[in-house]
């Protein structure tokens, strides 16, 4: 399930040529949006951990913010209500997504309160639903990976990272009800796919928040494999009390508590998106 081997070499040629012109240029990244209109699946947390591996593993990576709670903003030490600028100001005002990034562990571009009012901002805009994939071209060529955490709703900030986005990845909290709305999410990318970003697809369901003491949490990756097979990474994140600790200090888990089981699943998942035989 590797991303780069899924990766289309006629992809990166198209959404080059409204960027920057010139010969020589270098890669492009790969935008991966976390989605799944569920509120606490982990779709945050996921979103910065899985960020951290890979700039441990040696990618330039840039974090973008779509969720107006602001919490993996936060989750890096920022407050977003001190933010001058913020991804608002980016997606209505078109400013340079460069004003709204702060170098923290990872380079997050921000969120703040008032992304809120985004969506009605954005909804009498000429190409609402591309202002996010606009803003990425600026910065495409300095990282390899932007990762965008959604806010939980299929409105037009998800919309917006959806559509900017090479792949999704779903955090799925392990609970019967929790995966009903996958279907739902399916339905959202396919009216994506048909209008604005054909080539958009699912890298992976990953089961999140596993307590793995439960038959429920069994029983339910089960029933999640049975109806989406291969979709659902092999990777599995276990219920930890890390998870809540570590935002708390502005960190990710991998720098918490580096040797912890929790920093070491997200390791292993960002090899699994790489491709990397482990
Ligand atoms: N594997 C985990 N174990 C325990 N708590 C977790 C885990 N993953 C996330 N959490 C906690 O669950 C809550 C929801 O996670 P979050 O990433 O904010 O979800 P979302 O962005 O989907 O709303 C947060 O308090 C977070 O710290
Ligand atoms: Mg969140």
Redesign the pocket.
Known sequence: MGLLEKKRPAQGARRTSNSASGRGRRKQAQVIAFA?Q?????????TLNLAAAFQEAGHRVLCVDM?PQG?LTMSQGVDPDAVEVSMYDVLVNHVSIRDCIAHQEVDVACASIDLAGAEIAMSTQIGRERSLEKALDEVREEYEFVCI?TP?SLGLLTINALTAARTVIV?VQCEYLSMRGLVQLQNTLAMIRDNLNPDVEIAGILP???DSRTVHAKEAIEMLEESFGDQVFASR????????EA?VRGMSVLKYDPDGK?AYAYRQLAREVLGVDT
């Open positions: 799944n569920k509120g606490g699946v982990a779709k945050t947390t996921t969720d919490n955490d939980p955090p999140t928040l596993v994140i276990k219920k930890t009390v890390r998870f809540a935002p929790a």
